[in-house]
């Protein structure tokens, strides 16, 4: 096993990205022999919303300094907020420069009462995710709220999910809901994502899995891979319309490819179980893997089950134990909580009797 591994994205699209959350996954099936999961789980993915990419002649130094001035604007020369916040991509991720978080919060800060909305977004991402600043769920919502009512998607986006989950904010779906449908209007497509899971579970809606699909469909279109995901999940579980294993398979293999945990996890099952493919114990306990790697809980006991028992791979304790460990790690309160810790705590009084269960 092997830490969880993200793919970095090109210098120039990070410095125009945007980050914002979507937390809403649909999860696997119930009726799946591994371990059942609820309807739905919580996963984070990040999507990115980009500005015009700043030309490919300059080099990450000459923009540095070109953006320092502008954001500086000495000598009566108004400053420029979308400098700032182009400066503070780059301290972000160290391109060109040396990677200094602190500095970025407060570029993007300055950015954005400089009249940067998205400088703001970025600013309530920084505090929402505590990089670089103390972290405050409350500055966040504040920020987002700010950007958000100047037009900004992806915070109208972030500001909702605050409000699913009361991250500074008190709970409340239906405004979420309402915050989902702007960013979505807005053209920010995390923003439909999450207006497709609201309709699909009814969470401030009323139930319409048609209009989820839809939704889904619209933004899995623009690359986002979580609404493949949840796309293939609808086809799966014929919500909304008739079930088609095959083209949920596509869906997963997809959103699996863009290192999406669940969408690998979902995919393992699909051939484990041998719906829409031929089944292959061995390549789902590969996918297991992969998804255990990218931090998706389920499937980690899964393949730990597997290693414990001997079905599919030589019986080792050892690895049981520490994937069984990794589950609850990674979610004490995962629907398979209970069942992993009784199995850990077979696998240990196994391995100190030098026996397998």
Known sequence: ??????????????????????FWCLSHPAQ?????????????????????EPAESEAPSDQAA??????????????????????????????????????AVWLFARGCHLGDLTGCTMAGFAYGEGKGVELSHEKAATYYAFACDGGEGTACSNLGLSYINGDGVPKDPKRA????????????????????????????????????????????QEDDQHACYNLGVLHRDALGMPRNYKRAYALFEQSCEADEASGCGNLAMLIDDGRGVRRNRGRAL?????????????????????????????????????????TLELDPDTKSAVSARRALAEARGAEAAGSTP
């Open 1 to 22: 096993m092997v830490d969880p591994k993200s793919r970095r994205r090109s210098s120039a699209r990070m410095m125009a990205a945007v980050l914002s959350f979507c």
């Open 66 to 103: 070109a953006w320092a001035g502008d954001c500086e604007a000495k000598d009566g020369e108004a400053s420029d907020g979308e400098a700032c916040r182009r400066l503070a991509y780059l301290y972000r991720e160290g391109d060109g420069v040396a990677q200094d978080e602190v500095r």
């Open 286 to 326: 590969e996918l297991f893997d992969r998804a255990c790697d990218l931090g998706e809980a389920e499937s980690c006991f899964s393949l730990a089950r597997a290693y414990q028992t001997g079905k599919g791979i030589a019986r080792d304790i050892a690895k049981a134990i520490l994937l069984l460990e990794r």
């Open 177 to 220: 809901a309402r915050l989902f449908k702007r960013s979505c209007e807005l053209e920010d497509i995390s923003g439909c994502t999450n207006l497709g899971a609201s309709y699909s579970l009814g969470k401030g809606l009323a139930p319409n899995q048609r209009e989820a699909a839809r939704l889904f469909e619209r933004a899995c």
């Open 32 to 52: 799946a022999a591994h371990s059942p999961e609820p309807p739905v789980g919580a996963l984070q993915a990040q999507t990115v919303a980009s500005d015009p």
